[in-house]
């Protein structure tokens, strides 16, 4: 069964900083990659997406993510966060065997100080 | 357009009693699926439907919860002689396939005193 590994539960940064979380899943194949997205009092929103081809997707706000097939890796990224960027972040991932299931990692929660 | 909707946004219930949850999915989406978020647990799959094939309920955690979908739109998640361990936020989503991105609704948080 496909599980996702966040690194980092909680990061806190200052505005202007560069962020960068990790993700990496655990079954190979044909993936779909997410990263949602929680603002606090909010339901979650798609960040950005990974289904195939160009495998640096870019996605709202500034966000972008990188899809490294020989490390099972999905890693979010943006260059300079702003203090509204504070949020949980979710990666999640469903696969061939399952596209129904999106398996979520255990989210990130960051805090951006300003 | 609208997005999925959700209802009630809150509920709060002694243990024992039966609960409803209710979704709305976004119109035209033929898929739809349920999760629950709790503390410690994180984001969970509950069981998801795709047209008029049979729901994969492989994620209800017990044979108290089930759900089920009237005429391919509208979703009802039952959860039977609720648990305290039930409190959560009861999350639905819908794709137009079940291939696509799934977008969420606001949830139901669930609280079972």
């Known amino acids: 069964a496909q599980s996702v590994s966040q690194h980092n539960h909680h990061v806190i940064l200052s505005e202007a900083a560069s962020l960068e979380l990790g993700c990496n899943y655990s079954?190979?194949?044909?993936?779909?990659l997410f990263w949602y997205v929680q603002y606090p009092g909010q339901h979650l929103q798609l960040l950005l997406k990974?289904?195939?081809?160009?495998?640096l997707v870019k996605g709202i706000k500034g966000f972008e993510a990188e899809f490294i097939k020989s490390k099972f890796s999905f890693n979010l990224r943006k260059p300079s966060v702003q203090w509204s960027d504070t949020a949980e972040y979710f990666c999640a991932v469903n696969s061939a065997d399952s596209w129904g299931k999106l398996q979520f990692g255990a989210g990130t929660q960051v805090v951006v100080t300003p | 357009g609208a997005g999925v909707s959700q209802s009630p946004s809150n509920k709060v219930t002694e243990k024992g009693k039966d609960v409803e949850l209710r979704c709305d999915p976004i119109s035209g989406h033929t898929a739809l699926y349920w999760y629950r978020q709790s503390l410690g647990q994180g984001l969970e799959f509950l069981i998801y439907f795709q047209g008029n094939s049979a729901p994969d309920k492989s994620g209800l955690p017990s044979d108290r919860f089930s759900a089920e979908r009237t005429g391919g739109s509208v979703s009802t998640l039952t959860i039977q002689r609720t648990q305290q361990e039930d409190s959560a936020v009861y999350l639905c989503?819908?794709?137009?396939?079940?291939?696509?991105?799934?977008?969420f609704g606001p949830g139901t948080r669930l609280t079972v005193l």
């Open positions: 079954c190979g194949g044909t993936v779909n």
């Open positions: 989503a819908s794709t137009p396939t079940r291939t696509d991105t799934q977008y």
């Open positions: 990974y289904f195939s081809g160009d495998p």
